[in-house]
């Protein structure tokens, strides 16, 4: 195993119902604790509502935890691509295009240069002068996909990204994606396919009502996450034996 690059210690994240700051608080994620590998795709797994895309946001700098901590390498970057994209929708899609890769850390003249490779992979060029709120959520994907692919973020974070788009794309953005595992790329990737899990992941983690319920080999637990099929509309009842890695 390559060395750790980012370590969540004990992290939560709350929010309350009301401005009351005596209010109950509802906790998100409860003591998640998990260390990611420098070039391992890591897959989170879990129902609808578990807390999955809410890790992405943590992964990603988005948002703070309100408890626990979370450590990671100096100068490392990380992008989230997910169907709720960080687009500015009355810009264009080039515009995006150029202000997602200048955040990434590439100057102007490295945007503009990189944009020829965003249009080519998406395959969306006669959209680019276009403002991004007339995109659909395929067209969005994949102007996001091919932004990531551009951009080379230390760690990329999909969230169900590789299920979108008509069966040409998600093909090519597979193919794309094990490109870049093979290349030493870092990925965190949540979808609820364990199929899309199994393809790209050594290592799971499973994530029920905000907690960890595994993390450990692929195989080991996505047989029990796929075990508990007909009762994830409510909290799983069986206990895991898959260990952390």
Known sequence: MN???MT???????YRRSLNPFSEKN?????ISFQLYRGEVLGVIGRNGAGKSTLLRLLAGIIAPNQGSISKERGIRSQLLTLNL????????FDNAIMS???QGKTIKEAHELVAGVIDFSGIGHLMDHSVSTYSAGERARLGFAIAMQATPDILLLDEMLGVGDKEFKVKSGKALKERV???QTAVLVS?????IRKFC?????IEEGAVKALGPADTVLDEYEETAPTRGNSPSKTTTATAA
């Open 192 to 196: 609820h396919s364990p199929t899309t």
């Open 202 to 206: 050594e290592r799971v983690l499973w």
């Open 3 to 5: 060395r750790e690059i």
């Open 182 to 184: 093979q290349s030493d």
């Open 27 to 31: 906790w998100v994620l409860k003591d």
């Open 8 to 14: 969540f210690d004990n992290v939560g994240l709350a």
């Open 86 to 93: 960080g687009f500015i929708h009355k810009l264009s899609g």
């Open 101 to 103: 890769l200048v955040t």
